[in-house]
């Protein structure tokens, strides 16, 4: 099982860790993982089914549009 840190997953997206958290309440994105203190992972392959799954669900509005 590979890992991502918060941080890259914070760089990859281009946002803020309050977006994060906002998309983990409300848009489903895969929970963090608590390794030490305030590190946080995430499963690599959780995240990018997530992506996976948003990409397909914003190219299916763009063609029913």
């Not at 760089?11 to 993982?33: C, D």
């Amino acid at each position: 099982m590979n890992f991502i840190s918060r941080k890259d997953v914070l760089e990859m997206f281009s946002v803020s860790v309050w977006t994060l958290r906002r998309w983990e309440k409300q848009r489903g994105f895969p929970k963090a993982i608590p390794v030490s203190g305030a590190i946080r992972m995430y499963v690599k392959s959780d995240v990018d089914a997530w992506v996976e799954a948003h990409t397909s669900c914003a190219s299916d509005t763009r063609t029913s549009i």
